[in-house]
């Protein structure tokens, strides 16, 4: 089954480009640029927001970005997400679960057809998938909506809805802004691609050899390290914000306090890789 289809760009205006042309993109995306794919817990906007500077920029190919919008971003009281099995096992509950996703989207002539493929290799590293490949790849697609949007639409807008207990909700409004300022001046890209390249070192040095530890130490920690580095919004909370997260165990003093060699060498890294990624981003403007 297939997600619903919200009518905003017409993908059939797109030129359609032959598959190898493609593949040559998709290769150069996954191998040339150090884009950290392996660990898609958020920041999907942000890598298909570079991979469309990419594609612009280096192959000159046009194209779409699909957003796919879980029933959580678009209703209330409806906590469906769109979920993919964690294999690194860095989420709390050992998935990856998003209330929206987005990559970029090409026009390939395939034996005589006109067909649609994704490229997003955080779903699949090896090619570009058909787009009815990549809906199959994300569980609860079926109940999702779906759009194609032009490429300088950087990210959606959001109305925000009290409920009965003051908690706030943010559902997607129906509306899109483009790659621009304040986002980025503000280095919204550069930051979310500097937090996926620091979780793969935290993850590695810090957490891999916890998984395996008997001690209840050990597993107190790695509990904590997963709510902090497992999670899309405490990251952006605590790094790219500098603020506290939402659980008691992800505020600035809590992870400062507990875990100040881990918190240090990660802000470290972020800075690095957010200077890294400024570097690349300005030469793709």
């Given at each position: 089954?297939?997600?619903?289809?919200?009518?905003?760009?017409?993908?059939?205006?797109?030129?359609?480009?032959?598959?190898?042309?493609?593949?040559?993109?998709?290769?150069?995306?996954?191998?040339?640029?150090?884009?950290?794919?392996?660990?898609?817990?958020?920041?999907?906007?942000?890598?298909?927001?570079?991979?469309?500077?990419?594609?612009?920029?280096?192959?000159?190919?046009?194209?779409?970005?699909?957003?796919?919008?879980?029933?959580?971003?678009?209703?209330?009281?409806?906590?469906?997400?769109?979920?993919?099995?964690?294999?690194?096992?860095?989420?709390?509950?050992?998935?990856?679960?998003?209330?929206?996703?987005?990559?970029?989207?090409?026009?390939?002539?395939?034996?005589?057809?006109?067909?649609?493929?994704?490229?997003?290799?955080?779903?699949?590293n090896q090619n570009p998938l058909h787009l009815q490949d990549w809906f199959?790849?994300?569980?609860?697609?079926?109940?999702?909506?779906y759009c194609f949007m032009l490429p300088d639409k950087y990210f959606f807008?959001?109305?925000?809805?009290?409920?009965?207990?003051?908690?706030?909700?943010?559902?997607?409004?129906?509306?899109?802004?483009?790659?621009?300022?304040?986002?980025?001046?503000?280095?919204?890209?550069?930051?979310?691609?500097?937090?996926?390249?620091?979780?793969?070192?935290?993850?590695?040095?810090?957490?891999?050899?916890?998984?395996?530890?008997?001690?209840?130490?050990?597993?107190?920690?790695?509990?904590?390290?997963?709510?902090?580095?497992?999670?899309?919004?405490?990251?952006?909370?605590?790094?790219?914000?500098?603020i506290s997260g939402y659980s008691s165990n992800t505020t600035m003093r809590?992870?400062?306090?507990?875990?100040?060699?881990?918190?240090?060498?990660?802000?470290?890294?972020?800075?690095?890789?957010?200077?890294?990624?400024?570097?690349?981003?300005?030469?793709?403007?």
């Open positions: 089954m297939q997600p619903t289809y919200l009518a905003y760009a017409d993908i059939h205006l797109l030129e359609a480009y032959d598959m190898p042309l493609i593949d040559a993109a998709f290769k150069s995306i996954c191998n040339d640029w150090a884009i950290e794919f392996g660990f898609p817990h958020g920041g999907c906007q942000q890598r298909a927001q570079i991979m469309s500077m990419i594609l612009q920029k280096k192959f000159n190919i046009k194209h779409c970005k699909v957003w796919l919008f879980a029933p959580a971003a678009l209703y209330l009281n409806d906590a469906t997400m769109v979920y993919r099995e964690d294999d690194k096992k860095l989420s709390p509950n050992g998935l990856l679960e998003w209330s929206y996703h987005v990559a970029p989207v090409v026009q390939v002539k395939l034996n005589g057809h006109i067909e649609t493929y994704v490229i997003d290799p955080a779903i699949n199959n790849a994300l569980n609860n697609s079926h109940k999702c909506k807008n959001s109305s925000y809805h009290t409920g009965e207990n003051n908690d706030v909700t943010m559902l997607f409004d129906g509306s899109f802004f483009n790659y621009e300022n304040p986002a980025k001046d503000n280095l919204a890209v550069e930051k979310g691609l500097a937090i996926q390249d620091m979780v793969k070192v935290i993850h590695d040095k810090y957490m891999l050899p916890l998984f395996n530890s008997h001690n209840e130490a050990d597993a107190a920690k790695l509990l904590d390290l997963k709510d902090v580095f497992g999670n899309a919004t405490a990251l952006d909370m605590l790094f790219s914000q500098n809590y992870v400062v306090s507990n875990h100040y060699e881990i918190i240090d060498g990660a802000k470290k890294l972020f800075n690095e890789r957010l200077l890294h990624w400024t570097g690349v981003v300005n030469g793709l403007l």
